[in-house]
């Protein structure tokens, strides 16, 4: 098992994203963002949800506003480098509504999920579990349901959808969401427990 784990990190370390020590840093960091704005909490996925809390929408269209045009141009630059996934409709629009449908119920996403099982959350792990199982069922139903996707549209990206002025799209795009974020309310929601316990203080 210890092997098997260290492959796991050599096999990262190998893949040209950087030094296993820059992941770790980056990965420590991103944990720590996390818990900073408080967003693995599931009060704030459901809040989401319900269009009772903004934190996590302010969080990602700022993150994916900014990153957007950090790692556009860093591609640019020949300092990183992504997989295009080919745009398939019928699993992309089934596997969003069952993403949402989960996330809505677990209060949890693939990238809070990890910060709270550090936590100790016990109902977070048996979820990542049954994620894993989930992730399983999938490989080896794949060859049947790949049929139900529907046609393979190609690696479509924004950007190159407008040949010619990608750069100036992809800063439209990056600052476009941005701004959403800063114009999005500061909205919380509390469940009725916290709500009790802020009327009686």
Not at 15 to 26: D, V
Not at 44 to 71: C, N, R, Y
Not at 137 to 145: E, L, S
Request: charged share 15%; proline share 5%; aromatic share 14%.
């Amino acid at each position: 098992m210890p092997e098997r784990i260290y492959h796991m990190f050599e096999t990262a370390a190998g893949e040209g994203h950087g030094s296993l020590a820059t992941i770790l840093f980056i990965g420590f960091l991103f944990g720590a963002i996390i818990q900073w704005a408080r967003v693995d909490k599931f009060e704030k996925i459901a809040g989401f949800a319900m269009l009772e809390d903004m934190t996590v929408p302010k969080m990602l269209f700022f993150a994916i506003g900014l990153a957007s045009i950090g790692l556009y141009f860093m591609i640019e630059a020949g300092y990183a480098h992504y997989h295009i996934k080919p745009v398939m409709l019928g699993g992309l629009v089934t596997g969003a509504i069952l993403f949402g449908i989960a996330m809505a119920i677990f209060g949890k996403c693939p990238g809070t999920g990890p910060v709270s099982i550090a936590e100790g959350r016990i109902d977070v792990l048996v979820g990542a579990i049954g994620g894993i199982f989930g992730g399983l069922f999938f490989t080896v139903a794949y060859p049947w349901i790949k049929p139900l996707m529907g046609p393979d549209y190609g690696k479509i990206t924004l950007a190159n959808t407008f040949e010619g002025y990608e750069s100036l799209i992809v800063l439209v795009y990056g600052i476009l969401l941005v701004a959403v974020a800063f114009m999005l309310p500061d909205k919380e929601y509390l469940d009725p427990e916290d709500n009790e316990k802020k009327a009686s203080v």
